[in-house]
């Protein structure tokens, strides 16, 4: 199995601010990675997948780099919608496995 | 627009059987999609518990693939006259409880799974007596 770890666990960041996520793969997984954001009560939506490829309607201040085993999120200039849980997901290999998350709180 | 709903009990007795259904709109289920069953416990992150694929054919009943540990207890299958998909899962104990979430994988590369969008918007399954 590959394992996935995010870091931080909490990140505080004031409005404006830019935010960056990172995640790990215990092993390569290409650029086979997706990110997701989670708001409370809410599934998950898709940001980016292929490490880099934001999905529909997605604002450009999101941004996702990375390959092989080590990936980053980066949100430019947070806005107060963007202050959630994200998630970043693997699928080059079953089982398919996420990332514990990483919460995204005001500062 | 693809959407994703799921339905079933909410509440599970111990030992007995988590039954849930996806049913799924927009696009036939047949074709160029894995569907998956994605969970979270409360409070907690996101877990992969299994997926399948229906190609349409009719003598295809479905190929699957699920987290190893629940093999054991776990099925997921298909209802093509309905547009649905399923979920089963046996012997259930209260470290099943969690919010469970169908989701769509679109498959870019054949025989290869893929990232999960859309999802529906999740059902609270709690295993209590």
């Known amino acids: 199995e590959i394992v996935m770890t995010q870091s931080p666990a909490t990140l505080s960041v004031s409005p404006g601010e830019r935010a960056t996520l990172s995640c790990r793969a215990s092993?390569?997984?290409?650029?086979?990675l997706a990110w997701y954001q989670q708001k409370p009560g809410q599934p998950p939506s898709l940001l980016i997948s292929?490490?880099?490829t934001r999905a529909a309607g997605i604002p450009a201040r999101f941004s996702g780099s990375g390959s092989g085993t080590e990936f980053t999120l980066t949100i430019s200039s947070l806005q107060s919608e963007d202050f959630a849980v994200y998630y970043c997901?693997?699928?080059?290999?079953?089982?398919?496995?996420f990332g514990q998350g990483t919460r995204v709180e005001v500062k | 627009q693809v959407l994703l709903q799921e339905s079933g009990p909410g509440l599970v007795q111990p030992s007995g059987t988590l039954s849930l259904t996806c049913a799924v709109s927009?696009?036939?289920?047949?074709?160029?999609?894995?569907w998956s069953w994605v969970r979270q416990p409360p409070g907690k992150g996101l877990e992969w518990i299994g997926e399948?694929?229906?190609?349409?054919?009719?003598?295809?009943?479905?190929?699957?693939n699920y987290q190893p540990y629940l093999k054991s207890r776990i099925t997921i299958s298909v209802d093509k006259s309905k547009n649905q998909f399923s979920l089963k899962l046996t012997s259930v104990t209260a470290a099943d409880t969690a919010v469970y979430y169908c989701?769509?994988?679109?498959?870019?590369?054949?025989?290869?799974?893929?990232?999960?969008?859309?999802w529906g918007l999740g059902t609270l399954v709690t295993v209590s007596s």
């Open positions: 989701a769509r994988e679109t498959i870019i590369r054949r025989g290869w799974p893929s990232w999960f969008d859309p």
């Open positions: 997901q693997q699928y080059n290999n079953w089982p398919l496995t």
């Open positions: 399948i694929f229906y190609s349409g054919q009719v003598s295809h009943t479905g190929s699957t």
């Open positions: 292929g490490a880099s």
């Open positions: 927009g696009v036939s289920i047949g074709g160029n999609s894995w």
């Open positions: 092993q390569s997984v290409t650029n086979d």
